[in-house]
């Protein structure tokens, strides 16, 4: 395994809670599922980024002449 690094982090009550359970339930430590959690947020901004990055060329329109175009149809 890769040297790790030590931190603290804070979190509510509930969500400690949870992830204990799910650590103990699947025979897990709570930093393995934490890291899990952390490259799978990692991963989706990658993808959303990506995204974004492919999409820049793509010409916008105002919010409000959607708008518009929702209530034309009966939408709003």
Do not use: C, H, W
Request: charged share 40%; net charge positive; no cysteine.
């Amino acid at each position: 395994m890769k040297e790790s690094s030590r931190t603290t982090v804070y979190l509510e009550p509930g969500l400690y809670r949870a992830l204990k359970l799910k650590a103990a339930s699947t025979d897990r430590r709570l930093s393995e599922l934490v890291n899990e959690a952390v490259r799978l947020a990692l991963r989706e901004d990658a993808i959303d980024l990506e995204t974004a990055r492919q999409r820049r060329r793509e010409k916008g329109r105002p919010f409000e002449d959607f708008l518009k175009e929702l209530k034309r149809d009966g939408l709003l």
